[in-house]
Protein backbone atom coordinates (compact mmCIF):
# COMPACT_ATOMS: atom_id res chain seq x y z
CA UNK A 1 0.00 0.00 0.00
CA UNK A 2 0.74 3.58 -0.79
CA UNK A 3 2.40 5.79 2.20
CA UNK A 4 3.73 9.22 3.31
CA UNK A 5 5.84 10.09 5.81
CA UNK A 6 7.19 12.84 7.49
CA UNK A 7 9.40 12.53 10.24
CA UNK A 8 9.52 15.68 11.61
CA UNK A 9 6.21 17.04 13.70
CA UNK A 10 7.59 20.60 14.10
CA UNK A 11 10.44 23.34 13.13
CA UNK A 12 11.73 26.38 13.91
CA UNK A 13 13.73 28.41 11.31
CA UNK A 14 14.67 32.16 11.80
CA UNK A 15 13.27 34.69 9.60
CA UNK A 16 14.96 34.95 5.65
CA UNK A 17 16.33 31.77 6.08
CA UNK A 18 15.86 28.34 3.85
CA UNK A 19 14.50 25.58 5.90
CA UNK A 20 14.07 22.25 4.22
CA UNK A 21 10.67 19.89 4.95
CA UNK A 22 10.64 16.37 4.86
CA UNK A 23 8.53 13.69 3.00
CA UNK A 24 9.22 10.47 1.97
CA UNK A 25 6.85 8.16 0.18
CA UNK A 26 6.14 4.55 -0.56
CA UNK A 27 4.73 3.63 -3.84
CA UNK A 28 5.33 0.54 -6.43
CA UNK A 29 3.46 2.73 -9.12
CA UNK A 30 5.66 3.88 -11.77
CA UNK A 31 3.43 6.63 -12.17
CA UNK A 32 2.29 9.29 -9.43
CA UNK A 33 1.66 12.74 -8.12
CA UNK A 34 3.39 14.72 -4.98
CA UNK A 35 1.81 17.54 -3.63
CA UNK A 36 2.44 19.71 -1.01
CA UNK A 37 -0.18 22.03 1.49
CA UNK A 38 0.38 24.42 3.95
CA UNK A 39 -2.62 25.00 6.88
CA UNK A 40 -2.03 27.78 8.46
CA UNK A 41 -4.02 28.20 12.13
CA UNK A 42 -7.13 29.29 10.66
CA UNK A 43 -7.64 26.21 8.79
CA UNK A 44 -7.62 26.13 5.36
CA UNK A 45 -5.72 23.98 2.80
CA UNK A 46 -3.76 26.20 0.29
CA UNK A 47 -1.98 24.37 -2.55
CA UNK A 48 1.74 24.87 -2.75
CA UNK A 49 3.33 22.82 -4.93
CA UNK A 50 3.26 19.47 -7.65
CA UNK A 51 5.68 17.08 -9.33
CA UNK A 52 5.40 14.32 -11.56
CA UNK A 53 6.97 11.33 -11.05
CA UNK A 54 8.21 11.73 -14.87
CA UNK A 55 8.95 15.26 -14.55
CA UNK A 56 12.47 15.94 -15.17
CA UNK A 57 12.75 18.88 -13.34
CA UNK A 58 12.53 19.68 -9.63
CA UNK A 59 9.21 21.89 -9.09
CA UNK A 60 9.22 25.17 -8.29
CA UNK A 61 6.85 27.76 -7.29
CA UNK A 62 8.25 30.87 -5.82
CA UNK A 63 10.03 30.91 -2.80
CA UNK A 64 8.88 26.75 -2.67
CA UNK A 65 11.04 24.41 -4.30
CA UNK A 66 10.71 20.34 -4.48
CA UNK A 67 13.97 18.46 -3.90
CA UNK A 68 12.69 15.30 -5.77
CA UNK A 69 14.71 12.61 -5.46
CA UNK A 70 12.95 9.24 -7.05
CA UNK A 71 15.61 6.45 -6.21
CA UNK A 72 15.30 7.74 -2.76
CA UNK A 73 11.86 8.08 -2.54
CA UNK A 74 11.69 11.37 -0.97
CA UNK A 75 10.32 14.95 -2.40
CA UNK A 76 11.06 17.75 0.58
CA UNK A 77 9.73 21.05 0.36
CA UNK A 78 12.92 23.44 0.21
CA UNK A 79 11.11 27.27 1.58
CA UNK A 80 13.42 30.19 0.82
CA UNK A 81 13.73 33.80 2.63
CA UNK A 82 11.13 32.41 5.27
CA UNK A 83 8.89 35.04 6.33
CA UNK A 84 6.56 35.17 9.61
CA UNK A 85 3.17 34.20 7.73
CA UNK A 86 5.28 30.96 6.61
CA UNK A 87 4.25 29.74 10.28
CA UNK A 88 2.03 26.71 9.55
CA UNK A 89 1.70 23.19 9.13
CA UNK A 90 2.94 21.44 6.16
CA UNK A 91 0.96 18.46 4.59
CA UNK A 92 2.96 15.96 1.99
CA UNK A 93 0.44 14.13 -0.16
CA UNK A 94 0.69 11.43 -2.75
CA UNK A 95 -2.50 10.82 -5.61
CA UNK A 96 -3.28 7.19 -4.96
CA UNK A 97 -2.77 4.82 -8.06
CA UNK A 98 -4.44 4.16 -10.13
CA UNK A 99 -4.03 -0.18 -9.81
CA UNK A 100 -4.95 0.26 -6.45
CA UNK A 101 -8.12 2.66 -6.76
CA UNK A 102 -9.42 0.88 -9.62
CA UNK A 103 -9.26 3.60 -12.19
CA UNK A 104 -8.54 7.34 -12.83
CA UNK A 105 -9.00 9.34 -9.55
CA UNK A 106 -6.64 11.96 -7.80
CA UNK A 107 -7.51 11.10 -4.41
CA UNK A 108 -4.85 11.96 -1.88
CA UNK A 109 -2.50 10.14 0.92
CA UNK A 110 -1.38 12.24 3.52
CA UNK A 111 1.60 12.42 5.63
CA UNK A 112 0.80 13.75 9.30
CA UNK A 113 2.72 16.91 8.90
CA UNK A 114 5.21 19.40 10.06
CA UNK A 115 4.23 22.36 11.91
CA UNK A 116 6.54 24.98 11.19
CA UNK A 117 7.28 27.98 13.21
CA UNK A 118 9.24 30.93 11.66
CA UNK A 119 10.90 32.93 14.40
CA UNK A 120 11.41 36.90 14.16
CA UNK B 1 -9.28 32.03 -1.73
CA UNK B 2 -9.48 28.81 -3.44
CA UNK B 3 -12.58 29.32 -5.39
CA UNK B 4 -14.38 26.61 -3.16
CA UNK B 5 -17.05 27.34 -1.19
CA UNK B 6 -18.12 25.37 2.15
CA UNK B 7 -21.12 26.03 4.24
CA UNK B 8 -21.93 25.92 6.52
CA UNK B 9 -18.45 27.12 8.39
CA UNK B 10 -19.20 26.25 11.67
CA UNK B 11 -21.71 23.37 12.71
CA UNK B 12 -22.33 22.53 16.32
CA UNK B 13 -24.48 19.51 17.42
CA UNK B 14 -25.47 16.42 19.50
CA UNK B 15 -25.22 12.87 19.10
CA UNK B 16 -27.89 11.22 17.17
CA UNK B 17 -28.53 14.21 14.96
CA UNK B 18 -28.15 14.28 11.24
CA UNK B 19 -26.42 17.20 9.47
CA UNK B 20 -26.01 18.12 5.76
CA UNK B 21 -22.48 19.62 4.61
CA UNK B 22 -22.64 21.61 1.23
CA UNK B 23 -19.81 22.49 -0.87
CA UNK B 24 -19.48 24.65 -4.30
CA UNK B 25 -16.83 23.59 -6.60
CA UNK B 26 -14.35 26.26 -8.37
CA UNK B 27 -16.08 26.78 -11.78
CA UNK B 28 -15.36 24.36 -15.06
CA UNK B 29 -14.01 21.96 -12.07
CA UNK B 30 -16.09 18.81 -12.41
CA UNK B 31 -14.53 16.82 -9.59
CA UNK B 32 -15.58 16.84 -5.57
CA UNK B 33 -13.60 15.12 -3.18
CA UNK B 34 -14.66 14.71 0.74
CA UNK B 35 -11.81 14.71 3.34
CA UNK B 36 -12.18 14.91 6.66
CA UNK B 37 -9.19 16.07 9.29
CA UNK B 38 -9.75 14.58 12.83
CA UNK B 39 -6.76 14.33 15.54
CA UNK B 40 -6.55 11.10 15.82
CA UNK B 41 -6.90 9.82 12.10
CA UNK B 42 -5.03 13.04 9.87
CA UNK B 43 -6.18 14.14 7.20
CA UNK B 44 -8.29 11.15 5.42
CA UNK B 45 -10.31 10.54 2.46
CA UNK B 46 -13.53 10.41 2.20
CA UNK B 47 -15.27 9.81 -1.14
CA UNK B 48 -15.09 11.42 -4.57
CA UNK B 49 -17.73 12.66 -7.40
CA UNK B 50 -16.73 13.37 -11.10
CA UNK B 51 -19.66 14.80 -12.91
CA UNK B 52 -22.05 13.77 -10.71
CA UNK B 53 -21.09 9.70 -10.84
CA UNK B 54 -18.95 8.56 -7.43
CA UNK B 55 -15.64 7.28 -9.04
CA UNK B 56 -13.89 6.53 -5.65
CA UNK B 57 -14.38 5.37 -2.21
CA UNK B 58 -12.14 5.97 1.25
CA UNK B 59 -12.34 5.42 4.91
CA UNK B 60 -16.22 6.61 4.44
CA UNK B 61 -18.46 5.34 7.59
CA UNK B 62 -21.91 3.97 6.51
CA UNK B 63 -23.66 6.65 8.33
CA UNK B 64 -22.18 9.03 6.08
CA UNK B 65 -23.33 9.65 2.38
CA UNK B 66 -22.44 12.31 -0.74
CA UNK B 67 -23.73 13.28 -3.93
CA UNK B 68 -23.15 15.31 -6.71
CA UNK B 69 -25.50 17.35 -8.49
CA UNK B 70 -25.88 17.99 -12.17
CA UNK B 71 -24.90 21.82 -11.01
CA UNK B 72 -21.94 20.09 -9.88
CA UNK B 73 -22.14 20.90 -6.14
CA UNK B 74 -22.01 18.41 -3.97
CA UNK B 75 -23.45 17.51 -0.48
CA UNK B 76 -21.85 15.28 2.54
CA UNK B 77 -24.55 13.78 4.48
CA UNK B 78 -23.68 12.42 8.32
CA UNK B 79 -26.08 10.74 10.17
CA UNK B 80 -26.31 8.87 13.74
CA UNK B 81 -23.69 11.09 14.89
CA UNK B 82 -21.32 10.32 17.05
CA UNK B 83 -18.60 12.12 19.05
CA UNK B 84 -15.98 10.89 17.43
CA UNK B 85 -17.30 12.50 14.17
CA UNK B 86 -16.28 16.02 15.59
CA UNK B 87 -13.69 16.74 13.19
CA UNK B 88 -13.10 19.25 10.35
CA UNK B 89 -14.67 18.36 6.80
CA UNK B 90 -12.87 19.76 3.70
CA UNK B 91 -14.91 19.63 0.38
CA UNK B 92 -12.06 19.68 -2.32
CA UNK B 93 -11.95 20.39 -6.85
CA UNK B 94 -10.32 19.17 -9.50
CA UNK B 95 -10.73 19.76 -13.13
CA UNK B 96 -10.46 16.09 -14.30
CA UNK B 97 -10.70 12.81 -12.27
CA UNK B 98 -7.18 10.41 -12.89
CA UNK B 99 -4.01 11.64 -14.68
CA UNK B 100 -0.85 13.73 -13.94
CA UNK B 101 -1.52 17.21 -12.33
CA UNK B 102 -5.15 18.13 -11.20
CA UNK B 103 -4.05 19.61 -8.41
CA UNK B 104 -6.46 19.71 -6.15
CA UNK B 105 -8.02 22.78 -4.61
CA UNK B 106 -9.32 23.23 -0.91
CA UNK B 107 -12.67 25.25 0.28
CA UNK B 108 -12.04 26.49 3.84
CA UNK B 109 -13.94 23.59 5.77
CA UNK B 110 -16.74 22.55 8.19
CA UNK B 111 -15.81 22.46 11.33
CA UNK B 112 -18.25 19.98 12.98
CA UNK B 113 -19.25 19.64 16.94
CA UNK B 114 -20.70 16.67 17.78
CA UNK B 115 -21.89 16.96 21.84
Known amino acids: AQKITQTQPGMFVQEKEAVTLDCTYDTSDPSYGLFWYKQPSSGEMIFLIY??????QNATEGRYSLNFQKARKSANLVISASQLGDSAMYFCAMREAAAESGGATNKLIFGTGTLLAVQP | DSGVTQTPKHLITATGQRVTLRCSPR?????VYWYQQSLDQGLQFLIQ???????AKGNILERFSAQQFPDLHSELNLSSLELGDSALYFC??????????????FGPGTRLTVL
Open chain 2, 92 to 105: ASSVGSGGMGNEQF
Open chain 2, 49 to 55: YYNGEER
Open chain 2, 27 to 31: SGDLS
Open chain 1, 51 to 56: QGSYDQ
